[in-house]
């Protein structure tokens, strides 16, 4: 059980183009969905967290406009690196913490990650 | 803000070998602890945690942590490792309330490589 399910999990695309990731949760309801980032040899850095239905809360210096987070439904959340540009490539992994995972600080259920590549 | 500091960023063992990683992290407030492992070509899973209670804590596969406050540490041990332990470990590390509770900070990884 607590799958976590992100789309792609490689992308390769021309800078200033968008591109958006998807992360589900695949057998339970997530009602807080993490998004971090992870450069080589680095360990993960939280950008933001989302709760489904209200605005994703940023992490200091993650640039709201630049990377845009929805969480519309209990099952997924997307995140949008808009104008991408090469020092945004990097790893981008999700994750997911249920509505019986309660309180908060119960373990989060991970997605495989995307490799982000900006040319 | 807390950082997580792994010492090791790659330990090569050969199979039966004693297993420790080390991990610190830096808050002085009441934590949460956890290990996380990545296999080659798979997602971050939970090793095992520490919330309250006993400080040595056993895992999944045979593995365990000792959290030990005035060391500010939260070692993973395993006394006899296998090929399939090869993988990524990280250590992270949660507030134990106020505005990051919940919120997860994670140590750099160790690469643990078992020889056969």
């Known amino acids: ?119 | 803000a807390q950082s997580v500091s792994q010492h090791n960023h790659h330990v090569i063992l050969s199979e039966a070998a004693s297993l420790e990683l080390g991990c610190n992290y830096s808050y002085g407030g009441t934590v949460n602890l956890f290990w996380y492992v990545q296999y080659p070509g798979q997602h971050l899973q939970l090793l095992l945690k520490y919330f309250s209670g006993d400080p040595l804590v056993k895992g999944i596969k045979g593995f365990e942590a000792e959290f030990i406050k005035s060391k500010f540490s939260f070692n993973l041990r395993k006394p006899s490792v296998q090929w399939s332990d090869t993988a990524e470990y990280f250590c992270a590390v949660s507030e134990d309330g106020g505005t990051s509770y919940g919120k997860l900070t994670f140590g750099q990884g160790t690469i643990l490589t078992v020889h056969p």
């Open chain 1, 1 to 119: 059980g607590a799958v976590v399910s992100q789309h792609p999990s490689r992308v390769i695309c021309k800078s200033g183009t968008s591109v958006k990731i998807e992360c589900r949760s695949l057998d339970f309801q997530a009602t807080t969905m993490f998004w971090y980032r992870q450069f080589p040899k680095q360990s993960l850095m939280l950008m933001a967290t989302s709760n489904e239905g209200s605005k994703a809360t940023y992490e200091q210096g993650v640039e709201k406009d630049k990377f845009l987070i929805n969480h519309a439904s209990l099952t997924l959340s997307t995140l949008t690196v808009t104008s991408a540009h090469p020092e945004d490539s990097s790893f981008y992994i999700c994750s997911a913490r249920g509505v019986r995972d309660k309180p908060p600080n119960q373990p989060q259920h991970f997605g495989d990650g995307t490799r982000l590549s900006i040319l």
